[in-house]
């Protein structure tokens, strides 16, 4: 089974703010908040809307938005997803620019 993108090892949604904006649309209640892409982010937190269709991440002031249009593995903006993927790619980048120095 293939997990969507932007899901992390457990199956949650991970989603950034890299861009600093208000607020984040998903199609998810139930997600992970890692705040900005690695290395800058925050501790990766579980965050539950519950019966709410807003929740605001305590660590970076985010606020999420349910929006019942968007499926499981999107958001607006779109790049507000992270997948682990990304951090795999930037840690290659980062180890390659290293070794030419």
């Given at each position: 089974?293939?997990?969507?993108?932007?899901?992390?090892?457990?199956?949650?949604?991970?989603l950034r703010n890299d861009r600093g904006i208000p607020e984040i649309r998903i199609?998810?209640?139930?997600?992970?908040?890692?705040?900005?892409?690695?290395?800058?982010?925050?501790?990766?937190?579980?965050?539950?809307?519950?019966?709410?269709?807003?929740?605001?991440?305590?660590?970076?002031?985010?606020?999420?938005?349910?929006?019942?249009?968007?499926?499981?593995?999107?958001?607006?903006?779109?790049?507000?997803?992270?997948?682990?993927?990304?951090?795999?790619?930037?840690?290659?980048?980062?180890?390659?620019?290293?070794?030419?120095?």
């Open positions: 089974m293939s997990r969507a993108i932007g899901m992390s090892g457990d199956g949650y949604a991970k199609g998810v209640k139930e997600f992970k908040c890692i705040g900005v892409s690695p290395p800058h982010d925050h501790p990766h937190i579980y965050l539950d809307m519950g019966d709410e269709d807003t929740i605001i991440c305590p660590y970076c002031a985010t606020s999420f938005r349910f929006d019942p249009r968007l499926g499981p593995s999107e958001a607006d903006p779109p790049d507000c997803l992270y997948s682990d993927h990304d951090e795999a790619t930037n840690v290659r980048v980062r180890l390659r620019g290293h070794g030419s120095q």
